[in-house]
């Protein structure tokens, strides 16, 4: 199945279960964006502060692929743990081919995981087969946003025939109904229904972003699964396409994945972050505590690469970074820690034993660490520890 599939599934939402009308923007303008436009603005932490049952609840998650030439797998997942209730963002950050889009499209469904659960309102859709699994995706739960918005909307349709596109195969309602629900789709994100004329090269690229996204929320989803989709806009609309998602989550209780190498906009709207490293989660909790001072080696590397985020006891690269030569990268380390070869903190049980999440050191709440010296790494950077900065994470900010 493709990522146009996963469309497919959202455009026919409405065969099984028709879809509530979408709420009518309070925009006393529809061609300006309901969200504010205070860049960065922070956010009132929503499903933190107010404990629900999880929407999505992905345990043991397992993903590998084959070599193009046969032998063993290679395994891109293991054994991954990701929480979202509803009104709930939360962020997904890890370096390049750390498997974050792997983890989006096994939580789609799109790529199938070797073992684990996936489990929506506690069904697991990592499950379903044949046609239970058809009538899952035609429900339209779960939408992708991705990075190009040109993923999604078909550049020869007009942007209202792309956004209606899966009401009209799910043969929902009469042309009028369906033309409504595209317009208050279209004002939902922020744009003049209008713009339902235009084609996609006729919008700028935040209102791409916003149409792709009117486009997912017309669906009625639960969760959106939201790949870098601020990473290809200008800083002006990447912070109005946060605020809309922000926004979105509390008007719609959707819960929503943000994938992104953003840090700091990040720090902006979710609640809770999962750093993945290597295809493994090493630290996992409420986003203000996990920026402000990571428990983990490789989060405290991370941040100390993202110039906008600055944490209590911030750390500079230097003091993180393994003072070991490359080569020391393979055999040594294989079995043990996932970070180990780039660890300087790493000693002989990081070489023979993965630290499991709930490793002994792990703090209290749902703040968990993939570490074994997570209560100790930190003492060995105190003689050259920078001075204490601003924090700007939301929480902090807040307190
Ligand atoms: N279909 C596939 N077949 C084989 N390997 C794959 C496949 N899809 C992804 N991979 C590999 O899985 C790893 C994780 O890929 P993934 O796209 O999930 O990373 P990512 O964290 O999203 O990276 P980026 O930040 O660059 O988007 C990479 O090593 C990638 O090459
Ligand atoms: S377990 Fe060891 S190698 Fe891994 S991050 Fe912790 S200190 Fe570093
Ligand atoms: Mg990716």
């Not at 939402?13 to 979408?22: I, M, Q, R």
Request: proline content about 8%.
């Amino acid at each position: 199945m493709t990522d146009t599939d996963l469309d497919a599934a959202g455009r026919a939402a409405s065969a099984a279960t028709p879809p509530t009308p979408p709420t009518p923007s309070t925009s006393p303008t529809p061609s300006t964006s309901p969200i504010p436009s205070t860049p960065s603005a922070p956010s009132t932490p929503s499903a933190s502060s107010t404990p629900s049952a999880p929407l999505l609840h992905v345990e043991e998650l397992g993903v590998s692929f084959a070599r193009p030439g046969g032998g063993r797998r290679i395994r891109v997942l293991d054994d991954v743990e990701l929480t979202v209730r509803p009104g709930e963002i939360v962020g997904v950050v890890g370096e390049t081919g750390s498997g974050k889009t792997t983890l989006a499209r096994a939580i789609a469904g799109l790529t199938t995981p070797d073992g684990g659960r996936v489990l929506l309102d506690d069904r697991d859709i990592a499950r379903l087969r044949g046609r239970a699994r058809r009538r899952f995706r035609r429900g339209g739960a779960i939408q992708f946003v991705f990075q190009d918005p040109l993923r999604s909307l078909d550049p020869e349709l007009t942007v209202g025939a792309s956004v209606g596109e899966g009401l009209a195969i799910a043969g929902v309602g009469s042309r009028a109904q369906r033309a409504e629900r595209v317009a208050g789709a279209l004002r939902q994100v922020g744009l003049d229904p209008a713009v339902a004329d235009r084609l996609p090269a006729q919008l700028s690229g935040g209102q791409r972003q916003r149409a792709s996204i009117a486009r997912a929320v017309v669906a009625d989803p639960r969760l959106l699964l939201c790949d870098e989709p601020v990473s290809a806009l200008d800083a002006s609309n990447r912070n109005h396409i946060l605020l809309l998602l922000d926004e979105l989550r509390r008007r719609l209780a959707l819960g929503i994945v943000v994938i992104s190498h953003d840090l700091s906009s990040l720090a902006g709207i979710a609640d809770r972050v999962v750093v993945l490293y290597r295809g493994r989660v090493v630290e996992a909790g409420p986003i203000a505590d996990v920026f402000t001072r990571p428990r983990h080696p490789y989060t405290a590397l991370l941040i100390a690469s993202a110039p906008d985020i600055h944490g209590r006891d911030r750390l500079a690269a230097a003091q993180l970074r393994s003072q070991r030569p490359d080569d020391d990268a393979t055999a040594r380390w294989a079995g043990g820690c996932v970070f180990a070869h780039r660890c300087r903190f790493a000693t002989d049980v990081c070489a023979q034993t993965p630290p499991s999440q709930d490793a002994a050191g792990r703090p209290a709440g749902d703040w968990t660490v993939a570490c074994h010296h997570t209560d100790t790494w930190r003492n060995q950077t105190a003689a050259t520890a920078t001075p204490t900065t601003a924090v700007t994470a939301r929480k902090e900010s807040s307190a």
